[in-house]
């Protein structure tokens, strides 16, 4: 990652790797929201079996969907009642695309209907039709959603490939490699997109991180493939993007409890694994990465502490693979763990939001728990996430005055100011504008493409990932005990999350919140 970070603290703010993400992530977000609204390229996509399985089962419910026709009826929703017998009709001749059409009536229809009760019962039979937002693998490799795919590439390759020329770096060889990232991007979101890797949990990101180690094992990568190897500039311009999903009016659903768990969580959890790793002869540097990662949000809290202490950027490359190394068996773990105690869904909940490192994979886990510890678990994970900016402008005041400790810098307000990472305001500001100066149908409206743009930064970034980590490295570091201490910490994090979230949100505490 040497090739990506060496502009990264240079004398002009154009050529400084935090305010180009910023402006990349910025430049994303303003134009979503002033006049930008493509179609996104499509991932989602089950096998004909799998199809034919779904269709199986929503056929042994058609006592149900004659039951919703005739109410529809009744109620004088006759608009309602046609689109029901339409997607019966369709679901009998088990023809995807008809489904995906009467499905759209469906929901159009249960929209305009006066009979609320009518329209929500439609709309709730319609949640289990997963085909109602999945096409055929050979729709997402159509030349139409190809098309799209390489329009998107060639405004990634654009933004990217200006920063690196601003960092100094060798463009012509960039672009070369930047195909290469960019496809295994693509093919680690297609592979996530199936219906059944999807109700497992396993997120993109896991896919990305394993395209990357899969070339890295197998082939001696060129010099001009590591050119577009910019992980921290690819994850801190979809952390910019991430800002703008971070609403305060979501946050404060939980209310106070939501936050007082993010707070008692984070500092415990730091400041255990810091003390932990010490105790194994870790240095500060690497504990301190590790402490952040393992307290906060993962890969994102991990760049954010290193740019707050100024660390090496081979440590943070070893965190941020074992980050989502540990994920993956938690993210499948965890869900038989509620169920097996009967933990109640809603700590259950709290827990997994206070534990799991990504927002993904908080929804994912949760989904195979109930919809109410699904959102439990994001708002808390959210609480967790708005604590970024705070964790980060600590460790550069903290780092500070303890390098004057030990002989360095005397601290002032322009190191601390050097030290801080610059990407960390981009998220605040787009946090503060969508939640606070925005409407808020215009920011429910522009969620989701945002939400996709920021996936493929991401996408990037944990292919990059995987592109630069060797897994004899993550042994061989220190004798493994980096490892070891962030699994330990992981440990620790995982029970006192769970106490945590049964004192707050187990009617132990404070009355059980009202959360559906």
Sequence with gaps: MENSTQASVGPRWWRNEDWLAVLAGGLLIASTLAFWRPVLPQFNWMTASHFATEVRSVLGRTTELSQLRVRATQQGEIALAEALS??????????L??????????????ARATAADAGKAALKFLTSLRSKRTGALRTVVSAENLQRTFVFGLIYLGIAGLAVRLLGGRVAEFMAGFAVVFALAWGA???AGNARINDLGLEYVIFALGLGLLLNHAFHLPDWLRQAVRTEFYIKSGLVILGAGILFQEILQAGVLGLAQAVLVVTVVWYFCFWFARRLRVDDEFAVMLSTAVSICGVSAAIAACGAIQGDRKKLSYVTSLVLIV???????????????QIPEIVAGAWLGGTLDTSGSVVAAGALISEPAMKTGVIVKFSQNVLLGVAAFGLSVWWTIRQRASGGQRPSVRLIWERFP????????????????LD????KETKGLLTGLRNFWFALAFVSIGLETKFTDLLRMEGGRPAFAFIGAQGFNVIWTLILAWLLF???????????
């Design 86 to 95: 339409q997607l019966g009709n369709a679901l009998a001749k088990e023809e």
């Design 97 to 110: 695309p008809a489904i995906r059409v009467a499905v759209k009536q469906v929901e159009a229809a249960a």
């Design 189 to 191: 979101q297609l592979l």
């Design 327 to 341: 994920a993956l068996p938690m993210m499948v773990l965890m869900p038989w763990v509620v169920k097996h105690f």
């Design 422 to 437: 610059k990407f960390v305001l981009g998220f605040i500001v787009a946090s503060l504008v969508c939640s606070f100066a």
């Design 440 to 443: 808020a149908a215009l920011v």
């Design 506 to 516: 187990g009617g132990i505490l404070f009355a059980v919140p009202d959360i559906r």
